[in-house]
Every structure is written in C-alpha cells, then in structure tokens.
C-alpha cells in the first residue's frame, strides 16, 4: 500500500505536523527512530509564543501546568559581569511567561495527540534513505530498518524530513550545507531544583566560546544546556563529557536573587550531546517532499528559537501538503508557498540570531552591548519581543533600534 504522507521523526515538529494533517483527515504515518522517548541533546526554555502554538495543537490549562514551567525572565550575564534580563513581554504577574519544558511529558503528549488525530505512529523505525527511482509514478521509495534490523521498503506519495540536525531527508534530497558557524559541541542534562515551586529566572552564562544555560523544568529540576566553541575540544577530549559539564556548573556563581543551590543537586539524566550542533539547507521544500523544524536549517540554541519553530513550520507545512494532497495546489506550488510563508515567518529573524551570534563571537563588542541592553529598557525590551518571536523580526534591524540600543 502506498503511503499518502510519511513523516520521518516523531519529535515535536514530526508529531505537531502529524496532527495537524490527520485532523484536516489526511492519511499520515510517522516514523519514530526512538523505539521509546529518552532525553537527548535539545532545549528547553521557550518564548510566550511557543505557549500559544501548543495551545492551537490543543493542549489546555492543565495539560500546559504539567509540561511548562513560568520563567519570568532569561538573565543574559557576561564574562566581565554584565547583566540584563529579558522578560518576553511579561509584566512580572507571569500571566504569559516564558517557560521551561518538560520534553520528557511533551513530546511523547504530542505524539499521542499525532495518534488521536489518526496519524500512524511507528516508533522505533528508523528510515535509512529516500529514493525516487523510475517507474513508481513519482512515488519516494523509503527504505526502513526496524528494531529487528531488517530492512524493508514502503513508497510514499508526500515524503517529510522531520528529523532533526543530521536529517536524513536533506540528504537524500540533496539539500543539506555546511552550518554556517564554527562546528560547536553542545551537553545537556537537568540536575534536581531544591526550590521547585519558585519562580525563578533562567540565566545565560558567557563564556569565552560558549555559553551555559540554566532554565527551570516541571518536576523540580532545572535544565542545564551548555554549548562549547572549537576551543574547548580539548577540555572535552581531557575531561569528559561529564566532570567538564560539572566544572561548569559548578563556577556558576550564586547571584542575590538565585543562590543556585541547584549546582549541588543530584542529576536525574545523563549528559546528552550533540555535536557539531547546526544545519543549514539549500532549500526546504520541493516536489511531494518538506523540511520542517531543525531539518530546515538550525543555526545556534543561543536565540532559543528552535521549539517555537519547530511548531510553527509544521502549522505552514500542514498547510501546504493538505493543499496539494487535496488537489488545490500542484506539487510545485505547494513546495513554493510553504517556501514563501517559512521564508516570510523567519527570514529576518534569521538576520537578528545571525547578528546576535557576530557579537557573541567578538566578546569585546558582545559586552558592549550588553552593557547597553542593560542600561536601556526601551532596546532590551524590545530585544526580547523579536528574541521571542512576539513582533516582527524586522523591528530588530530597524536602523532607528540598532541606533538606540548601540549608541555610546
Ligand atoms: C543543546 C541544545 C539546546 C537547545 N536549546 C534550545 C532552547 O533553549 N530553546 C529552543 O527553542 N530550542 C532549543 N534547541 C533546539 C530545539 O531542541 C529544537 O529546535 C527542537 O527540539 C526541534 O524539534 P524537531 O522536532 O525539529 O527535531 P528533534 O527534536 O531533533 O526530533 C527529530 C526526531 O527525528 C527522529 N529521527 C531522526 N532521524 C531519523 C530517521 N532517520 N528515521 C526516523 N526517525 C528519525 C529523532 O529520533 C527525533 O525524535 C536546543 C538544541 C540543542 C541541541
């Protein structure tokens, strides 16, 4: 039987995707490498914006308390003590907060949501290539390998690359580039939050070529994302994964509103990596086939866009293959209007995370302005609007903004 849609990766983009297809009653099937879900190298901490994206897959009040946890601000801190906070349009009541995730109860919640919606979801089969060869109609010929090894093959008339940084897909489409920033290392894990129940900030630390992230969870844990420029291979090859995350952690100094006693709690994971962490393609659509989240190109976790993304690619890719799965668009005219509208949404945002990482990378320049985001609320602000996708990019490359924020 051919398969109407297949879907290759079950994370957030692959599962919200499928359910937005099999509520518009399109045919889908996701293929789930990941026999079960386990913690792997990803973010955590999101923007206001990704709180309503979930909200229009369908999850209600209480299904948001069990999977996100209110941040009032994400404290930016530099290496020669700098700071500022961005509070993503929140007035300090978190009546629309930033949030940190719990993935280990989203992600498998939105694969659940992907199966009421009458996706079929095949975990622990990975899809090993894409083809298309003559005489099966312009059909994707999909080969698979289950947990049984074997290896099978399904043809598919719609094929989507739902699978990550190393996607699979942009391979096999010929679509996957060289990511544009130097190859960097990413460790995450969570530790045990002694103070569940507060509301804390989240906080970026500076690093000279990297960063640490800290971002409280649901569940009492805060998450811990550190990510290591090509300097730091050398500490990684020396002292592991683990004892350089803990060295890490562990000289993240405690602050007047965060004691960070989380530095001595136990961790409830292991360190995950990733490396090198970015990808970039060619293009994101074309004939029957569709990036959608990280596969489409992920640059840094810096800007802590990627989740936000990931949703809503897979809003304005639903849209384009029930376009053309319902006969109103043609193949190419539904790979060029999922192009356009991904292109339109982010487009500029990618010019302000591109400008952001230049001055991360020039530490003299990235104090800087930090000093300034610190002095001036009216920039910061609307710094973390744009950060947070709640405006239109474009207002932070804004001549007059740029001016404001950097002059001396
Ligand atoms: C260290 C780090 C920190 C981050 N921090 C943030 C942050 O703070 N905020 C933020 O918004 N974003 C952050 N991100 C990015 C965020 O995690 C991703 O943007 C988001 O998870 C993307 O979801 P996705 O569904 O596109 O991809 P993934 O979550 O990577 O899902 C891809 C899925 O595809 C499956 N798969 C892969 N290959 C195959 C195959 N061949 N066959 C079958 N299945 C396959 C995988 O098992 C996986 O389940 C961070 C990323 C990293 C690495």
Do not use: C
Not at 195 to 213: S, T
Request: zero cysteines.
């Amino acid at each position: 039987m051919t398969i109407d849609v297949a879907i290759v990766g079950g994370g957030l983009a692959g599962a919200a995707l499928g359910t937005h297809l099999g509520r518009a009653g399109r045919e889908v099937v996701i293929f789930e490498r990941a026999p079960a879900w386990r913690w792997r190298a990803g973010g955590v901490f999101t923007s206001p914006a990704t709180v309503a994206a979930l909200r229009r897959l369908g999850l209600d009040d209480a299904a948001l308390a069990r999977i996100a946890r209110p941040v009032p601000a994400m404290r930016v801190e530099t290496p020669r003590g700098a700071d500022f906070r961005l509070t993503y349009g929140d007035d300090g009541s978190l009546a629309a907060p930033a949030v940190g995730l719990d993935r280990a109860v989203l992600d498998p919640l939105l694969l659940g949501l992907a199966a009421t919606a009458g996706a079929d979801v095949r975990p622990g089969v990975t899809v090993a290539g894409v083809e298309q060869p003559a005489g099966t109609g312009g059909h994707f010929e999909i080969t698979l390998s289950g947990p049984d090894a074997d290896t099978r093959t399904e043809l598919a008339r719609v094929i989507v690359g739902a699978d990550g940084i190393r996607s699979q897909i942009a391979r096999s489409m010929g679509v996957a580039r060289p990511a544009r920033l130097a190859a960097r290392t990413a460790l995450t894990y969570h530790l045990a939050d002694p103070a569940p129940e507060l509301a804390r900030d989240a906080r970026m630390r500076i690093l000279r070529d990297g960063y640490v992230g800290i971002a409280p969870v649901p569940r009492g844990r805060v998450n811990v994302g550190i990510v290591l420029g090509p300097s730091w291979r050398a500490a990684l090859h020396a002292d592991g994964a683990d004892q350089l995350a803990a060295r890490l952690v562990s000289e993240i100094p405690a602050t007047a509103d965060d004691p960070a006693s989380w530095r001595a709690g136990e961790p409830t994971d292991t360190v995950e990596g990733a490396a090198p962490v970015g990808h970039r393609v060619s293009a994101v659509a074309g004939l029957g086939w569709f990036l959608v989240g990280d596969a489409a190109g992920f640059l840094d976790p810096f800007t802590g866009e990627g989740i936000h993304r990931a949703l809503i690619s897979a809003e304005l890719a639903a849209d384009a293959i029930d376009g053309l799965r319902s006969g109103r668009r043609d193949a190419s005219s539904a790979a060029a209007a999922y192009e356009h509208a991904l292109r339109v949404r982010f487009r500029a945002k990618d010019w302000v995370s591109s400008l952001v990482q230049l001055f991360l990378g020039r530490p003299a320049l990235f104090e800087y302005a930090a000093r300034r985001l610190a002095a001036r609320a009216g920039p910061r602000e609307r710094m973390s609007l744009v950060m947070g996708d709640l405006v239109r990019a474009e207002r932070g490359l804004d001549p007059r903004f740029l001016a404001a924020l950097l002059r001396p």
